[in-house]
């Protein structure tokens, strides 16, 4: 089996950062893609980043310029650099990773999720 553990998340005000982490454990393989995702309430779920295997990377438009995904394959985990954040930034984050696993099959794994609060 596969975990995905997220940390990282908390109350911070706005302009401030917060970096959030998810590691992974488990029969895996490898990571092919990472990816954050959101959910602020009231909305649905919504892609922030995303990053590759080859660390192309994809972000939402509303933090573009805000935000940086990178990765650790050593240590299995991604990671969301949060800067110059806003109060609609306040949501429940979520990891997902897209990973093969040491059987070679594939799947889609998710995070529990964490809270970032952006205070005004």
């Known amino acids: 089996q596969v975990q995905l553990v997220e940390s990282g998340g908390g109350l911070v005000q706005a302009g401030g950062s917060l970096r959030l982490s998810c590691a992974a454990s488990g029969s895996i393989f490898s990571i092919n893609v990472w990816a954050w995702y959101r959910r602020a309430p009231g909305k649905e779920r919504e892609l922030v980043a995303a990053?590759?295997?080859?660390?192309?990377?994809n972000y939402a438009d509303s933090v573009k310029g805000r935000f940086t995904i990178s990765r650790d394959n050593a240590k299995n985990t991604v990671y969301l650099q949060m800067n110059s954040v806003k109060p609609e930034d306040t949501a429940v984050y979520f990891c997902?990773?897209?990973?093969?696993?040491?059987?070679?099959?594939?799947?889609?794994?998710w995070g529990q999720g964490t809270q970032v609060t952006v205070s005004s």
């Open positions: 997902n990773a897209d990973l093969t696993l040491v059987n070679r099959y594939e799947y889609r794994y």
């Open positions: 990053i590759t295997s080859g660390d192309s990377t």
